[in-house]
Each structure stands twice: as C-alpha cells, then as structure tokens.
C-alpha cells in the first residue's frame, strides 16, 4: 500500500487561495500510473470527490468547485497538487489525498481547510 502524505491546508479568508500536496512513496513510474484524487470531509457531511486527475493529465472536478480549483501532478515528485481559489466557508473540510490501484485503495491522512474571516 502506498503513503500519501497531504500538506498545505490552514486558515484562510474567504476568496483568498490555497495549495494543497500530496506526496506519495511509490517509485516514479509505479506514480505516474495513478489516478490521483482528492476529497473533503466536513463536519457532519459525507466524503465528497472534489477532483481527480489521470494518468494521462485528465482532469474532472465537482461542480461547486469548477472554475476555483485546478489539479495537476509532477510525476518527477511523485506528488499531487490541488490550487485552490476564491476560497469560500463551504470549502472548509478536512482535504484528503486517494489512489486505487491494483485493488488497494490508499488514503493520506487528511489536511484542515478552514475559510473564515
């Protein structure tokens, strides 16, 4: 199973902007294979998928989240990448990092998002 590790998250004011990233412990090609995804948990909600990128560099987002966020990856770093913009309280949740592959699903162990002024 691999490890994801998340960071990046903290307090901000709505509108203003984050980057969140999550590195993995797999080798760079086993990487570059993954479907990497991101989903938030807030409090009292089920986890919800905000965004997933490909192997080949495509992307799809929840609807609330179009526009604002983007996703990519840097295979080199085996790492994940969420830019978050225009940041507002309903993004507030605990952000995590997922990839399923070859039947393990792997979980990071989460990064706080609070929007708040």
């Known amino acids: 199973q691999v490890q994801l590790v998340e960071s990046g998250g903290g307090l901000v004011q709505p509108g203003g902007s984050l980057r969140l990233s999550c590195a993995a412990s797999?080798?760079?090609?086993?990487?570059?294979?993954?479907?990497m995804r991101w989903y938030r948990q807030a409090p009292g909600k089920q986890r919800e998928l905000v965004a997933a990128?490909?192997?080949?560099?495509?992307?799809n987002y929840t609807d609330s989240v179009k526009g604002r966020f983007t996703i990519s990856r840097d295979n080199a770093k085996k790492t994940v990448y969420l830019q978050m913009y225009s940041l507002k309280p309903e993004d507030t949740a605990v952000y995590y990092c997922?990839?399923?592959?070859?039947?393990?699903?792997?979980w990071g162990q989460g990064t706080q998002v609070t929007v708040s002024s």
């Open positions: 997922n990839t399923y592959f070859r039947s393990t699903n792997s």
């Open positions: 797999t080798n760079i090609f086993i990487f570059s294979l993954y479907t």
């Open positions: 990128i490909t192997s080949a560099n495509q992307t």
